[in-house]
């Protein structure tokens, strides 16, 4: 048989690299740096569409929403639990400021906005076998595109602990 | 000429309210009442997707998230102002309720969450001929699927006038 010439290797290869590309965006993972439990920033998270909203008081002060993929979305709006295996969960946050124009609005300040970002970004990753030791989701922090230090990742399941009987999830959709 | 058949004019009847029920879609108008200037609530407007998040304190007491069509989400996160015609800006809001978990998770209440809808979902519609009174925007408020009354609906444009610097629109584009 003839030996495939050095063109169509190349095709092949660029074919193989395609599909693996492509099965690496299908996986929502970026070629970001990854969490220890190898959670990635997901790609395009910001135009995944919204599930509810929150203001957190305290040292966090910050207003955050949460957006979802398909899935989650899905699952959340119908009140699936435990999440189906793919669903992944974002939690932005902005610094919480008042809105300069909201006196002149109503006559005294009552409005807060969003301000700069604020508190990293956070991922729930829904993987049941993988994450089996985490309630089966991976979470992970990204604090300017990078994984937060290993204290504060190892700081989510603990917390999230206090809504198990939701599948560790504290938010609920908001129609 | 032959006549059509009846058989033919039901199909000419059917194909024609198709492509009228197809315009309606495209033109984001659903067929629900309208407010006194002609605006309904867009169909699928829950699924945009976000602009910005904010909270209101005072009487109104909600968390609200602003979301918008592919055009206010462009037009929004380029600074484009004024804003395109054909821009739709959604504002959802929900009832500010404390997170029954957060003491369980932060040792004291400092999470507060989206509830039930409430104070409505308002809209505005960029036409710059068709809401030339209005700054080019057509305002509108529904409860419950519903215009709001006409009190509600007048209050729009006068406290919008706050933000005229930003071609009306209160919000900022969150990354």
């Not at 009552?110 to 729930?124: E, I, R």
């Amino acid at each position: 048989m003839k030996k495939p010439s050095v063109a169509t290797s190349a095709v092949v290869t660029a074919a193989v690299a395609g599909v693996v590309a492509c099965m690496t965006a299908a996986s929502g993972q970026t070629d970001g740096a990854a969490a220890p439990n190898g959670v990635k920033i997901p790609p395009g998270y910001r135009d995944w569409r919204l599930i509810s909203v929150a203001h957190e008081e305290g040292s966090l002060n910050d207003l955050r929403a949460i957006l979802g993929t398909e899935v989650a979305i899905n699952a959340s709006r119908e009140g699936q639990r435990p999440y189906p295996d793919g669903t992944i969960i974002a939690r932005l946050a902005w610094s919480y400021d008042p809105l300069a124009e909201s006196e002149k609005a109503f006559g005294h300040l009552q409005s807060y906005v969003a301000g700069p970002p604020k508190n990293g970004v956070q991922f729930m990753v829904k993987d049941s076998q993988k994450y089996a030791s985490t309630g089966g989701w991976g979470f992970a922090q990204f604090d300017d595109g990078k994984p937060a230090d290993e204290a504060m990742q190892n700081a989510c399941f603990p917390c999230h602990q206090a809504a198990k009987a939701r599948d560790f999830v504290f938010n609920r959709y908001s129609p």
